[in-house]
């Protein structure tokens, strides 16, 4: 696609259920990285596909959160038993994964996530 | 570890410069990242540096020493679409970090008439 895609764009969750967060990146990008943005926060990092692969969960909050990648495409970030201090706009990001110099992430418009 | 700090707001007139500072300390270092990030919006790519310098590109401009950690973003004749929070990020250098960004909290520019 033209650029990187999210659904959906806003959650309204009661607290305890489970939601899932979607994210399609830029076609042929080879990397995809979940951030959360919460207000007055800078961007935290969350966790990253190499492929269909994370060698990088260290970011996720606790063990509610959880992502998955297949056909090296389509991601979706799931939160089991949502908090309150899980709302936050959630962001993906795709890039080509260059092995050096500039590799540029590409920013979705988020989702914005409210638990009540 | 990564931390990164740039002011929280910082106000400016239309027409004017503005230099928006972000000071960084890092465990590794593989390249220091400006994105724009309007109201609701997505994150969008301005400048990269990984090398001491400036870049000029249009309007904008960023300046990177690594000795001291320090990078600023110059803003030119600001117009009030300037308006947003500018986000500065720093990729490590190792492994998982080589890839991953860790950004500053963001300083929000108001450009005023």
């Known amino acids: 696609g033209a650029g990187v895609s999210q659904s959906p764009s806003n959650k309204v969750t009661e607290k305890g259920k489970d939601v899932e967060l979607r994210c399609d990146p830029i076609s042929g990008h080879t990397a995809l990285y979940w951030y959360r943005q919460s207000l007055g926060q800078g961007l935290e990092f969350l966790i990253y596909f190499q492929g269909n692969s994370a060698p990088d969960k260290s970011g996720l909050p606790s063990d509610r959160f959880s992502a998955e990648r297949t056909g090296g495409s389509v991601s979706t970030l799931t939160i089991q038993r949502t908090q309150q201090e899980d709302s936050a706009v959630y962001l993906c990001?795709?890039?080509?994964?260059?092995?050096?110099?500039?590799?540029?992430?590409?920013f979705g418009p988020g989702t914005r996530l409210t638990v009540l | 570890g990564q931390n990164i700090d740039q002011p929280t707001e910082m106000t400016a007139t239309e027409g004017a410069i503005v230099q928006i500072n972000c000071t960084y300390q890092?465990?590794?270092?593989?390249?220091l990242f400006w994105y724009q990030q309007h109201a609701g919006e997505a994150p969008t790519f301005l400048s990269y540096?990984?090398?001491?310098g400036l870049e000029e590109k249009g309007r904008f401009s960023s300046f990177l020493s690594r000795s001291k950690g320090y990078s600023y973003l110059l803003l030119k004749e600001l117009q009030m679409k300037d308006s947003a929070s500018y986000l500065c990020?720093?990729?490590?250098?190792?492994?998982?970090?080589?890839?991953?960004?860790?950004f500053g909290k963001g300083t929000k520019l108001s450009v005023i008439p």
């Open positions: 540096n990984v090398l001491d």
């Open positions: 990001a795709s890039s080509l994964m260059l092995a050096g110099g500039l590799d540029t992430q590409y």
């Open positions: 990020a720093v990729r490590g250098n190792s492994g998982a970090g080589s890839y991953q960004l860790t």
């Open positions: 890092t465990s590794g270092f593989n390249g």
